[in-house]
């Protein structure tokens, strides 16, 4: 009777190695199915969730969008509610100051763009600043001064061939204007020109058809743009000043 119990028992204790190797294996295969899935992350994603959760660590203000399959483009981890404040801002010191049908104001992928209507800033087919422009800049520059972002100022005009010896084109046009704005920035407050920009647009980046007198009023204009912090950064600069202490 007790030889029969032995051979049974045997042969259990053999078998038992192999559950211990069916567990060995089960884990690598869900080892290597982890390896894989982390793999397939989308690297600019995980790197923007990385920072904003050592900005949190570090007592920073950073926001991870919880439930978005992709922030804003170009936003990152840049504290968006920041620019939203600044609108809210320049909006309703334009309104008090009776300006808010020559000024408009949105946030956009790039950031918070300021639009001034032509008609605030310039006669047609001049690039110098009126006497009345000064109350809308000095606004402008209230809301930008103390932030670490690029300023891009944007010229724009409509599709009309412009008639002056001075303007070859639209072209020249635009750019003037936007320079013009810069150039105020810098005189009258020393604000850092390296953290400023000029462009010129010509028709070509239209906000409404170039079908009616009032659309093309529209279109001319200039943006004042306050870029993300993530556009910012890839600024070119003169100098190295680290905007990333500020994000």
Do not use: C
Not at 38 to 51: H, I, N, R
Not at 63 to 77: M, Y
Not at 96 to 112: C, D, P
Not at 127 to 156: C, F, M, Q, S, V
């Amino acid at each position: 009777m007790s030889r029969p119990r032995k051979n049974f028992e045997d042969s259990n204790n053999q078998e038992r190695w192999l559950l211990t190797y069916a567990d060995l294996i089960t884990l690598l295969l869900a080892f290597f199915i982890v390896m894989y899935a982390m793999s397939q992350v989308d690297a600019k994603k995980f790197g923007k969730m990385t920072e904003a959760l050592n900005g949190v660590l570090k007592g920073g203000q950073s926001v991870i969008n919880k439930g978005a399959t992709d922030p804003i483009a170009g936003v990152g981890i840049l504290k968006l509610g920041d620019l939203n404040v600044i609108q809210k801002q320049l909006a309703k010191r334009f309104k008090g100051a009776g300006k808010n049908e020559e000024v408009q104001t949105e946030i956009t992928e790039r950031g918070l763009v300021v639009h001034i209507m032509e008609s605030a800033l310039f006669k047609e087919g001049s690039a110098a600043l009126l006497n009345k422009t000064t109350e809308i800049l000095d606004i402008i520059y209230d809301g930008i001064k103390d932030r670490p972002n690029h300023i891009r100022i944007e010229g724009h005009t409509d599709d009309r061939n412009i008639q002056s010896t001075i303007y070859p084109s639209n072209w020249e046009l635009s750019t003037s204007r936007a320079t013009s704005v810069v150039r105020y920035f810098i005189d009258n407050y020393n604000f850092p020109s390296n953290k400023l920009s000029a462009l010129g647009y010509s028709e070509f980046r239209p906000i409404k058809p170039n079908n009616t007198i009032e659309n093309r009023a529209k279109n001319r204009r200039v943006d004042i743009v306050i870029l993300t912090m993530d556009l910012s950064l890839k600024e070119p600069s003169s100098q190295l000043y680290d905007l990333a202490d500020n994000r």
